[in-house]
């Protein structure tokens, strides 16, 4: 039998100049999404998946690594104005928002905080009984 050769799918390079970032900052992680205007993503980046491991995970060093990461390979798809979305209470919060503001050719037009905030909470248990 021949052997066959390994087909890889190409990397396709879009041209959006427009995005959205996604920031989730839990306190054991933080997660970089960006999309386009439409939802679909374009790249992503975690503290985790940088190879921070542990607690690191959770420091604002992390966060900032796992931005410039993502915008990095959104960057190669023509991104240069993006809206922040913020969720969470993580420690690396602050320091992402920051870092997108930071990193050259990218332009911020606007910041959201998407945190869901209950309303009136989850249901008590059931009153004790004695």
Known sequence: ????????????????ARGVVYISATYNNTVITVT??????????????????????????A???????????AMEHGIKEVGIKVQGPG????????SVGAIEGIRVMWFKDITPLPHNGC???????V
């Open 91 to 98: 420690s690396g919060r602050e320091t992402a928002v920051k």
């Open 123 to 129: 249901r008590p248990p059931k009153r004790r009984r």
């Open 63 to 73: 966060a900032q690594q796992a931005v410039e990461d993502a915008m990095a390979k």
């Open 1 to 16: 039998m021949a052997k066959r050769k390994a087909t890889r799918k190409k990397i396709v390079k879009k041209n959006i």
């Open 36 to 61: 386009d205007e439409a939802g679909n993503v374009i790249s992503w980046s975690s503290a985790g998946s940088l190879g921070f491991k542990g607690s690191k995970k959770s420091t604002p060093y």
